[in-house]
């Protein structure tokens, strides 16, 4: 039961760690790739679909992003996907395609998102610490019921301890990865 416990736990910290990825890969560094807008969602045939299932993205140069449209009817549709997305660009329609030009990156700009990065790292620790509280209340509930010892519970509140250390490192490292990434030039 215990095990089952702490299995959940685990599961729990480890997709706080991939959201946090996610978050961290959404913030555009020097490197410009098409899967940082692929999962924009676009409203067309009645349903919503991911940009990349309307659209070919392709790279063109370091800074510059080009969609071509499957059916061009969609191009207005794409377009305000764009405008509404949390990029701040300005996509530029051209014919049959759409060009999305992000701008080079400041000092300004790289320290702001640093703190960004920052913030986001401290808000996933924070997540991975009520999850670690959650569970070593259980575990308090299931010793309060007698049905362990108290030599059990410090046993796992011990090894929650350890887990939650290893997730806390584990989101230090990505953070400090992320802060390179934007300071490299």
């Given at each position: 039961?215990?095990?089952?416990?702490?299995?959940?736990?685990?599961?729990?910290?480890?997709?706080?760690?991939?959201?946090?990825?996610?978050?961290?890969?959404?913030?555009?560094?020097h490197r410009?790739?098409?899967?940082?807008?692929?999962?924009?969602?676009?409203?067309?045939?009645?349903?919503?679909?991911?940009?990349?299932?309307?659209?070919?993205?392709?790279?063109?140069?370091?800074?510059?992003?080009?969609?071509?449209?499957?059916?061009?009817?969609?191009?207005?549709?794409?377009?305000?996907?764009?405008?509404?997305?949390?990029?701040?660009?300005?996509?530029?329609?051209?014919?049959?395609?759409?060009?999305?030009?992000?701008?080079?990156?400041?000092?300004?700009?790289?320290?702001?998102?640093?703190?960004?990065?920052?913030?986001?790292?401290?808000?996933?620790?924070?997540?991975?610490?009520?999850?670690?509280?959650?569970?070593?209340?259980?575990?308090?509930?299931?010793?309060?019921?007698?049905?362990?010892?108290?030599d059990d519970?410090?046993?796992?509140?011990?090894?929650?301890?350890?887990?939650?250390?290893?997730?806390?490192?584990?989101?230090?490292?990505?953070?400090?990865?992320?802060?390179?990434?934007?300071?490299?030039?």
């Amino acid at each position: 039961m215990v095990e089952d416990i702490i299995e959940n736990m685990e599961d729990r910290m480890a997709k706080s760690i991939k959201n946090l990825n996610m978050d961290f890969f959404k913030i555009v560094t020097h490197r410009i790739t098409p899967s940082i807008i692929k999962d924009i969602t676009v409203e067309c045939y009645g349903d919503k679909y991911h940009l990349n299932q309307v659209c070919t993205i392709l790279a063109e140069g370091g800074n510059t992003l080009s969609l071509k449209p499957f059916d061009k009817k969609n191009i207005s549709i794409i377009n305000k996907a764009l405008l509404e997305s949390d990029f701040g660009v300005m996509p530029l329609i051209m014919k049959d395609a759409i060009k999305i030009n992000f701008p080079k990156i400041t000092e300004e700009r790289r320290l702001l998102l640093i703190k960004k990065v920052k913030k986001i790292g401290e808000l996933c620790k924070v997540s991975i610490r009520n999850i670690r509280r959650s569970i070593n209340k259980k575990i308090k509930q299931l010793v309060k019921d007698e049905d362990f010892s108290l030599d059990d519970e410090k046993k796992y509140l011990s090894r929650i301890e350890e887990i939650t250390n290893k997730y806390i490192e584990n989101i230090n490292d990505v953070i400090i990865k992320k802060e390179r990434d934007l300071l490299c030039v």
